[in-house]
């Protein structure tokens, strides 16, 4: 399996092991768009299963024919635990022709995360990502290396939709912008982890790149002065955030392993949800909250860890995750000057 952090963590992989007597092999990824792409030139032949950002399976993968299409228990089984916020989401799990093609599980905004000490909601909402433009947060503020992500957010920030054909300008823009973030900012680093503690300590107020995915395990351990938040307008059909959902799918490969969709079956099983929604010490949403079970497993610290209250707003707020037209020309972009600073 090639998947986003926590699905290969030890009490999964263990428990699924004793329930199917399977040995899961997993590898975590960082970004879609580079797996995607590897996937597409062949690589990786032999995996039989891929978690990955939702626009990536249904308008990418599963048209170059290779997802494979999930039968009609797992469907039953996948839209019997939906959560009612999470219905936004469902379209992603479908190809053309309605056929399941994915399971989608964790999900939510990712966007920014402040720490309301020195940066009130309020103004983080107003302002959005140029609070990276503000003269006076000048090497007060991280990048959360996420190559995918930052390519929306320093899009978001140059005033460009990332989801439409960009011209000569807008890349330009694309390029200005970013360089005069990674030169401005005090931190580029993978480890969100990393960067709740120095937002702890004083040494950041901000983060880009972040939701309530990385800043939930200082939420969890009691630092609710940190908060994920999402802008209230942008350019993208005047939605300033972007919110994810992981989809899980079956691959193609070259020996294709008959007891693959075991995992599915495991992964919507409540106690296995409810085990993935805290994975490595996070403590994420995920889609199956609409079962009683798993919904009821969080307690009210989890929940504000999730800022459940305030989910549903966020979300108002995001476009969905989908693939930017111009990335081919853009993440190298990106990665060329995150060479420079780094």
């Known amino acids: 399996m090639l998947c986003w952090e926590g699905y290969e963590?030890?009490?999964?992989?263990?428990?699924?092991?004793?329930?199917s007597g399977l040995q899961l092999?997993?590898?975590?990824?960082?970004?879609?768009?580079?797996?995607?792409?590897?996937?597409?030139?062949?690589?990786?032949?032999?995996?039989?299963?891929?978690?990955?950002?939702?626009?990536?399976?249904?308008?990418?993968?599963?048209?170059?024919?290779?997802?494979?299409?999930?039968?009609?228990e797992l469907n039953e089984l996948y839209r019997g635990g939906i959560h009612s916020l999470y219905q936004r989401f469902l379209p992603w799990s479908y190809n053309a022709d309605g056929e399941l093609i994915g399971i989608g599980q964790r999900y939510g905004p990712f966007n920014l995360v402040i720490n309301t000490d020195a940066i009130s909601r309020e103004s983080a909402e107003d302002q959005g990502f140029g609070l990276a433009d503000d003269p006076a947060l000048r090497n007060r503020y991280a990048i959360l290396d996420y190559p995918d992500f930052n390519l929306f957010h320093v899009c978001i920030g140059a005033g460009i939709n990332p989801f439409e054909p960009l011209s000569v300008d807008d890349i330009e823009n694309f390029k200005r912008k970013a360089s005069a973030w990674l030169q401005n900012a005090q931190m580029l680093d993978a480890d969100h982890r990393r960067l709740n503690r120095a937002l702890l300590a004083g040494d950041i107020d901000f983060y880009i790149s972040g939701g309530i995915y990385t800043v939930s395990p200082a939420r969890l351990a009691g630092h609710s002065n940190l908060l994920a938040v999402t802008p209230?307008?942008?350019?993208?059909?005047?939605?300033?955030?972007?919110a994810f959902s992981e989809i899980t799918s079956l691959l193609k490969p070259r020996q294709p392993h008959s007891d693959a969709g075991a995992f599915l079956r495991f992964m919507l099983q409540p106690q296995t949800a409810i085990a993935i929604a805290f994975a490595d010490g996070t403590c994420n949403p995920v889609a199956q909250m609409g079962d009683p079970q798993v919904f009821n497993a969080f307690n009210q610290q989890q929940l504000d860890a999730i800022q459940w209250d305030t989910l549903e707003h966020q979300l108002q707020h995001c476009a969905d995750y989908q693939i930017p037209p111009d990335r081919q020309l853009l993440l190298p972009a990106l990665e060329h000057l995150k060479s420079e600073y780094r």
């Open 232 to 242: 209230s307008s942008g350019p993208i059909n005047g939605k300033g955030g972007i």
């Open 9 to 19: 963590a030890d009490p999964i992989t263990r428990q699924f092991k004793r329930d």
């Open 25 to 72: 092999q997993a590898e975590t990824l960082l970004s879609d768009a580079t797996i995607a792409d590897e996937l597409l030139a062949g690589r990786h032949p032999d995996c039989d299963i891929l978690n990955i950002n939702n626009a990536y399976i249904r308008d990418c993968l599963e048209p170059a024919g290779l997802v494979r299409a999930l039968d009609g």
